[in-house]
């Protein structure tokens, strides 16, 4: 059974790939949506690089995000995000995970948008809760209550998260399923 699931994999892959061309794949959403993991997984799939534009972020500062906002608050770290992705957009294809906050950014949103498709992780608040409870390293969840902070970000984020060219939701399922929702989403995906 597996050796038929392979090559479809591999089909889907390539068929991906085409639909992509010279574009990045950028992953949005909140966090815990999967950005990273999935992203990561994607990218070896379609044999293109993959970046985390937290970690570049934090290799670049030389700091965590947690210390940079402590440091120098949302405004500061969100200019200094913006001009992190307007680097890593500069060239493709590659695969892009995002902060959470990234695509509200209105600077960082027509950068992400000019840059490459854009595909929302898009997951409902009890999987988002599960997935962001267990560490503490999330600032903007540093709040008296962490889970209403996050289904308050929802509400703000959605919205404009819902401007993605591609939405797959995220949920408790085997991250080779969601990759393959992933790919498929961009094969299905018309050029424009």
């Known amino acids: 059974m597996n050796d038929v699931t392979e090559p479809v994999s591999a089909t889907l892959a390539e068929r991906a790939k085409r639909a992509l061309g010279k574009r990045n794949l950028v992953f949005i959403g909140l966090m815990g949506a999967g950005k990273s993991a999935i992203g990561r997984l994607t990218a070896q799939a379609l044999g293109i690089p993959f970046v985390d534009s937290d970690h570049e972020i ?10 940079l906002f402590a440091a120098y608050g949302e405004e500061e770290f969100r200019a200094l995000e913006a001009r992190v992705l307007k680097r890593l957009l500069r060239s493709g294809p590659r695969v892009v995970s995002t902060g959470g906050g ?34 503490d390293t999330r ?32 949920r408790d399922v085997k991250k080779e399923t969601m990759v393959e929702e992933v790919l498929a989403a961009i094969a299905d995906h018309q050029k424009a």
């Open 58 to 67: 934090e290799r670049v500062s030389r700091m965590t995000i947690s210390d």
């Open 102 to 135: 990234a695509y509200i950014n209105e600077r960082s949103r027509r950068q992400i948008k000019r840059g490459g498709l854009t595909i929302w992780l898009n997951a409902e608040l009890d999987v988002l809760w599960e997935r962001v409870n267990k560490r």
């Open 139 to 170: 600032p903007l969840l540093k709040t008296e209550n962490p889970k209403q902070t996050l289904e308050n970000l929802m509400r703000a984020r959605y919205p404009i998260y819902a401007e993605a060219d591609l939405v797959v939701v995220s």
